[in-house]
């Protein structure tokens, strides 16, 4: 995008700005390029088959939060996966990794699996919409919590640290300080059923730490989301 410059709005966007929000030729809009920043537009034309906008200004805004925070998640039924995505955008996740375990309920096929990445990286880009993110997160391909840990063992970097949310830790993130800046955090959450032992001896060998939530245990769809908006308020930018 080109201050100065007209655009064609893609098709979802066009979608959503004239027939949710029901805008018209004049309104102002704000569009973003997924580089950082924001773009002021004005709409100069709406047709059946596309709608333009005119680039009118550009501001070097930046709302993505101090935490590098990466999110692994057992994947559970539609809807609670939908949320979670569109939930911990909003938080400030940087990367999500959706992984099957032992205890997965929700099994998916290659072609499914494709339709449900697609489906799921729409979902973090409406979340940055609505929450004035300009960057979306990358949510990689589904895979299996060994075949991701393996990955993550290849690619270890010193600057990092991983959660792995357990009922039987003893420690919280009170108990942690601060991380050097641009630390990598990690938060392994799994389904509904939890983690098998076996998975929890695994992940804990490549270096995780074992996290607990205070005394109550919350539901895969609500572990994330706290712990996230833990992390924000103990050293982020809350």
Known sequence: MIVGHSIELPADIEHHATRVLRLRSGDRITLFNNKGGEFLAQITHISKSKTTALINEY??????SPLIIELVQAICINEKMDWIIQKT????VTHIFPVTTHRSIVHLTNERAIKRLQHWQKIA???????????????????????WSNQKNMNKTSQNLGFMLSTTAEKSLTHFQKPPLNTVLTLLVGPEGGLTQEEEIAILHTGFIPLRLGKRILRTESAALATIAAMQALWGDY
């Open 89 to 92: 955008v909003e938080l400030g």
């Open 59 to 64: 501001h070097a805004i930046e709302r993505e």
């Open 125 to 147: 880009i409406s979340a940055c919409e609505q929450s004035g993110r300009n960057h979306v997160p990358q949510i990689s391909p589904l895979m299996s919590l060994s075949d």
